[in-house]
């Protein structure tokens, strides 16, 4: 089972101005292993995405992406995050172009790829989250499920070997989470290692190898998903995942 | 009235002449505007901050000061300096430079609100700072600039009326030396009035039709109902 | 030291012109003013005629540039009565502020609510009565911050009377430019003047601005 990890963290420290959000956070994933991160909002999570992706950079601290240390001097940062998807919770497509546009400009030119190539591949990628039919609509005439889907075919299309996912179904009406969460489990089962900040618990249950819960910045533990709702180890965790699977219960 | 009809006559070739010369000086001094408003604009948004110092002074320099007077500074001024500009340069310069502080602060305006998540993504999806700006922000904060850029295209036209004081012979110049000919100010300065309010009508209504053009399909469906 | 001498001197004599600058942009604004709110009014509770002259009179006189009104009515007023040019190319600058100024004014007017009108009647004015005292006073206040910003654009335009003779700053600059024969000194310097001044406008306007918001 042990293998190189895909991605280790190592003792991440993050901090804007006086505040330190992450405090000596630590973490190894495998590849195609799919990691859901819960915890109380403030406890870092969105931060640990965007540190790992070098969005807001480690304060101190290290991390690899395969066999690269990506928080060493002197590394392309803009190259890194060619090799790291990551989906928004307001998903940030880009307002002036199409759902098809979206996906093939960072083919174009990131990936510097031609037209005809790039647009073969960002239909292909549009396929993927079921959306071909909807290629030519813009960001403001599709829903938001749509939307997201579209975000997940945008990143998709840039080959990467990890995907973030940062609340990807917080901002979307409850009727339109499913469709979001079925194109994740998808591209699960199709072997993508994931880190997915979510407090869809269901998902966690059927999807996920791992749950991480973190409070205050570090983890607090971490295990596979049935020990983490039965027996958890710490009181806090079982307080917190409780909270949160009745929450989700009372909305349905 | 046959007295009137005679003048108008007798004026209208040399203020169609001169009508020439104002769109030209209007469309070379909106596109100098442009070349330097573009890259100002972006500058006083995404450059270091001694860089937005200096840009900053440049448009409050040009939008503090009366346009009259940065043309006499450019004309009669710099020449002391050793720079000496022909009579239409020196209107191509100064419209120019006066225009491109306006232009800059539209952009401006236009690229702060183009929001944070559009440069997030952009940069998540490994484009470089210059190349989200070049490829995301900018093409959508064109298209938010327009309305402004449109009341900037009239305003330019009006303003190059102020030229004839260095004598470029533009639409007042003509009229200026016509009323001086024919003794009868009032009426030809009247005709140009009708000559200015068909240049910015039209103008007008050919720009409504560009900003209805490149609308963004389902973004500005309200703004359109809005207006 | 020569130099400084000079420069003082020089500056000292476009100095004089600030008060004419200022007395034309008063005088501008204040003509402005009138024509403004009572076009603004014709345009907002007037019949249909007066609607549509107040139209007119806002599109046709934005549509042209101020220094062709300036000459257009310098003449016309030059052939019913004698005025100094200061008092004519004032009286023309305010009217193509009063065009800009109807603008502002009509926008207050419209964004006070309709109830205000309403109640106004239902203790019994008149018409009249309430857009005077009820109406009037609160779109001149909504109206501030964009007429603040009308008010530093006709201190700019202040200096097109430039064009019928007026000593204001401008044209003191170039008188003492055909003396001194540097006109970069003096049109510099008339550019730094008009320049302090209409910074200290936007301070002061600001100022007006803050202290009429924390009243509200």
Not at chain 2, 16 to 43: C, D, K, R, Y
Not at chain 2, 67 to 81: A, T
Not at chain 3, 47 to 68: D, E, K, Q, T, W
Request: glycine share 8%; hydrophobic share 50%.
């Amino acid at each position: 089972m042990t293998t190189t990890p895909i991605l280790r963290i190592d003792d991440v420290y993050k901090s804007f101005g006086a505040t330190q959000v992450l405090k000596g956070f630590s973490l190894s994933i495998q590849p195609q292993e799919v990691v859901v991160l819960v915890g109380p909002s403030g406890s870092g999570k969105s931060t640990l995405l965007r540190c790992i992706n070098l969005l807001h950079p480690p304060t101190s601290g290290r991390i690899w992406l395969e066999e690269e240390e990506i928080t060493a001097p002197g590394v392309n940062h803009d190259r890194v995050r060619q090799r790291i998807g990551m989906v928004f919770q307001d998903f940030n497509l880009f307002t002036h172009l199409t759902a098809l546009g979206n996906v093939m400009i960072g083919l174009t030119k990131v990936r510097k790829m031609h037209k005809k190539e790039a647009h073969d591949l960002a239909m292909f990628e549009l396929e993927r989250v079921g959306l071909v039919d909807r290629a030519g609509h813009y960001p403001a005439q599709l829903s938001g499920g749509q939307k997201q889907r579209v975000a997940i075919a945008r990143a998709l299309g840039m080959d990467p070997h990890i995907m973030l996912f940062d609340e990807p179904t917080s901002a979307l009406d409850p009727e339109l989470t499913g469709e979001v969460l079925e194109v994740m489990q998808q591209l699960a089962k199709e072997g993508m290692t994931m880190i997915v900040v979510s407090h869809e618990m269901g998902f966690a249950r059927q999807v996920a190898s791992r749950v991480v819960f973190m409070e205050g910045g570090v983890v607090v533990e971490e295990g596979p998903p049935q020990q983490m709702f039965e027996q958890p180890k710490y009181e806090r965790t079982r307080a917190f995942l409780r909270k949160i699977t009745d929450l989700e219960g009372d909305e349905k | 009235m046959q007295a009137f009809l005679d003048l108008l006559n007798n004026v209208t070739p040399g203020l169609l002449q001169g009508t020439v010369i104002t769109l030209q000086i209007a469309a070379v001094s909106l596109l100098l505007g442009m070349a330097i408003g573009l890259p100002v604009g972006v500058g006083r948004v995404y450059g270091p901050v001694w860089l937005q110092r200096v840009l900053g002074a440049y448009v409050t320099l040009f939008q503090g000061t009366p346009l009259l007077i940065q043309l006499f500074v450019v004309y009669y001024g710099l020449p002391d300096l050793g720079l000496t500009f022909g009579r239409m340069e020196a209107a191509f310069l100064t419209l120019g430079l006066n225009s491109g502080a306006y232009q800059a602060e539209y952009l401006r305006g236009a690229l702060q609100s183009v929001s944070e998540g559009q440069m997030t993504a952009a940069r998540a999806i490994g484009m470089s700072k210059w190349q989200a700006i070049r490829s995301i922000i900018l093409p959508q904060a064109l298209r938010l600039v327009l309305p402004a850029w449109s009341n900037e295209v009239i305003a330019m036209l009006k303003n190059t009326a102020v030229v004839f004081v260095i004598a470029v012979p533009d639409l007042m110049t003509q009229a200026k030396n016509l009323s001086s000919r024919y003794f009868a100010p009032i009426p030809i300065y009247m005709t140009v009035a009708v000559f200015y309010i068909i240049l910015v009508g039209a103008v007008y209504l050919i720009l409504r039709q560009v900003e209805r053009r490149v609308q963004i399909p389902g973004l500005t469906g309200d703004a359109e109902s809005a207006a | 030291m020569d130099f400084f001498q000079d420069l003082a001197t020089t500056f000292n004599f476009i100095l004089q012109g600030l008060w004419v600058t200022i007395g034309v942009t008063l005088v501008a604004l204040s003509v402005g003013f009138v024509f403004g709110v009572v076009m603004a009014m014709l345009r907002v509770y007037g019949n249909a005629f007066f609607r549509a002259l107040a139209a007119a009179y806002s599109v046709i006189v934005r549509a042209v540039p101020v220094v062709v009104i300036i000459f257009i009515l310098f003449f016309v007023i030059a052939r019913f009565v004698n005025l100094s040019p200061f008092w004519a190319g004032s009286l023309a600058l305010g009217f193509a502020s009063g065009a800009y100024q109807s603008e502002i004014f009509r926008g207050a007017f419209q964004s006070v609510p309709p109830g205000q009108m309403t109640a106004a009647r239902a203790i019994g004015m008149s018409r009249v009565q309430a857009i005077q005292s009820i109406i009037l006073p609160q779109a001149v206040r909504l109206a501030l911050p964009a007429w603040g910003n009308e008010a530093t654009l006709v201190l700019k335009d202040s200096t097109l009377v430039f064009v019928v003779g007026v000593p204001e700053i401008l044209r003191r600059a170039q008188q003492v430019s055909a003396r001194t024969l540097e006109p970069f000194i003096a049109f510099g310097l008339a550019l730094l003047l008009y320049l302090a001044l209409t910074l200290l406008t936007t301070q002061v306007l600001q100022w007006l601005e803050r202290r009429y918001r924390l009243q509200m």
